[in-house]
């Protein structure tokens, strides 16, 4: 157990629909990342939140959201979901803001998403 | 073009071979970079990192970064078959701005070790 966790591990959706990833950073970090992971583009970054605020974002498509709350745990917010989708989503955290030294990111399992 | 490019593979190699894993990317701005294993249905956990140029060797593991090449490496040593993972390299700058916290990680190469 890496102290991440992040719930569904799984999910199916219909075409259109919203759903909502959970995920709890490890405990002292203060820096939560979400990452894309399909077999086509590999682990993509699509944001950073660093103590609540929005720190870094990556190519985030309009359709997707996050916000990081006061107890520090994040949530993905994934709507109007189409096929392309489908993928494994993760969330990483990290002490500091940058998750680079020896320490590095933290990440959970995995949420495996399938837009049917 | 990626700015970071790895050989997705697969590798396959007999127990105790020396294992060589490389990475080139075009990003002259990536100062840290890193080495994560993941195995099937987890999460990519931390393996090695290195500021900017030169060797790190850490038990079987050796991570090289040649930035005049804009080439990185990682090697195992006696490989084992508990090795078996897929091996991403993820690299990042050194500035602040939009890019603050994000790594930007190759495709992954798949490894097998067989006994």
């Known amino acids: 157990d890496s102290g991440v966790t992040q719930t569904p591990k799984h999910l199916i959706t219909a075409t259109g629909q919203r759903v909502t990833l959970r995920c709890s950073p490890r405990?002292?970090?203060?820096?939560v990342y979400w990452y894309q992971q399909s077999l086509d583009q590999g682990l993509q970054f699509l944001i950073q939140?660093?103590?609540?605020?929005?720190?870094a974002k990556g190519n985030i498509l309009e359709r997707f959201s996050a916000q990081q709350f006061p107890d520090l745990h994040s949530e993905l917010n994934l709507s109007s979901l189409e096929l392309g989708d489908s993928a494994l989503y993760f969330c990483?955290?990290?002490?500091?803001?940058?998750?680079?030294?020896?320490?590095?990111?933290?990440f959970g399992s995995g949420t495996r998403l399938t837009v049917v | 073009q990626k700015e970071v490019e790895q050989d997705p593979g697969p590798l396959s190699v007999p127990e105790g071979a020396i294992v060589s894993l490389n990475c080139t990317y075009s990003n002259s701005a990536f100062q840290y970079f890193m080495w994560y294993r993941q195995y099937s249905r987890k999460g990519p956990e931390l393996l090695m990192y290195t500021y900017s140029s030169g060797n790190k060797e850490d038990g079987r593991f050796t991570a090289q970064v040649d930035k005049s090449s804009k080439y990185i490496s990682l090697f195992i040593r006696d490989s084992q078959p508990s090795d078996s993972a897929t091996y991403l390299c993820?690299?990042?700058?050194?500035?602040?701005?939009?890019?603050?916290?994000?790594?930007?990680f190759g495709q992954g190469t798949i490894l097998t070790v067989h006994p």
């Open positions: 939140y660093y103590n609540g605020e929005e720190r």
């Open positions: 990483a955290s990290s002490v500091g803001g940058r998750g680079l030294g020896n320490y590095g990111y933290t």
């Open positions: 405990s002292g970090d203060l820096s």
């Open positions: 993820a690299m990042s700058v050194n500035a602040g701005g939009t890019s603050y916290g994000k790594l930007t």
